[in-house]
């Protein structure tokens, strides 16, 4: 068995689970997450922890085993804490701004780009060079800052662009001098 599948998931105090066939729904403090798992995937909900167990010892339900439980986790904590990616611009002239729910940022172009906040994600700009993107889903939050990042991804050379803020940007040295033989 899956050493991540076998660990219990706590359900914490506010947040309620309903399971109804294959289909999993939980709600909590910062909103609703509802998943369809595989029908192979025995989801249970026992003494405030649910836990998965596969319905066969296959290839494929032992392979879907820690998925599930980690997919399941990440619901519980996106209800409860809620995920967050924190983007840094870097270069000369380049800023962002929160107008709304729009943000606007300055990249360089020679027009400004916009990027509205969706239903289910919130865009934060503390700083003119800091995007803080929030949301419960934790797969939609880093598709969303992933769609951000590739506005402007940063260049090796300068190091100019959006990156994340754990990110290293691995520099590249320019061009060698003249004259040297």
Do not use: W
């Not at 296959?58 to 439980?69: F, T």
């Not at 865009?123 to 797969?139: F, R, W, Y």
């Not at 959006?162 to 033989?181: C, L, M, P, Q």
């Amino acid at each position: 068995m899956s050493r991540i599948g076998k660990m219990p998931i706590p359900v914490p105090a506010g947040v309620d689970v309903r399971i109804d066939g294959s289909t999993v729904t939980v709600k909590g403090p910062k909103g609703s997450l509802s998943r369809e798992f595989k029908p192979s995937m025995k989801i249970a909900l026992a003494d405030g922890a649910l836990s998965v167990t596969p319905e066969t010892q296959s290839k494929r339900d032992r392979s879907l085993h820690g998925l599930s439980r980690t997919l399941l986790g990440n619901m519980v904590t996106g209800v409860t804490v809620g995920f967050k990616k924190e983007l840094e611009i870097n270069g000369v002239g380049y800023r962002c701004q929160k107008t709304g729910k729009e943000l606007n940022l300055v990249l360089g172009f020679s027009h400004p780009v916009i990027v509205r906040d969706t239903d289910d994600i919130t865009i934060e700009a503390p700083s003119p060079n800091k995007i803080i993107i929030n949301g419960v889903d934790k797969q939609k939050v880093g598709q969303f800052a992933a769609e951000v990042r590739g506005l402007r991804p940063p260049e090796p050379y300068k190091g100019k662009g959006i990156k994340y803020a754990d990110e290293t940007i691995i520099r590249k040295e320019g061009k060698a001098g003249k004259g040297k033989k």
